[in-house]
């Protein structure tokens, strides 16, 4: 039967583990969320973009 000195390092080694893999999965959504930030113009861009084509486009279709 483990000692309580023994339980008390089995279960702080557990919860370093997890708390270190907690900040992991933070920098890593942290990073994620960044990225996202960074596509948000260029889609909006791109959205303006397709619509002004097809509306270029939709008589050009029409007539041919």
Do not use: C, S, Y
């Amino acid at each position: 039967m483990p000692t309580l000195e023994e339980k008390l390092n089995e279960v702080q080694e557990r919860f370093n583990m997890n708390v270190a893999q907690a900040q992991q999965i933070e920098q890593q959504i942290a990073k994620l969320q960044e990225q996202l930030r960074g596509l948000q113009q260029p889609l909006i861009e791109d959205q303006g973009a397709i619509k002004t084509l097809k509306e270029i486009l939709e008589p050009v279709e029409q007539t041919a």
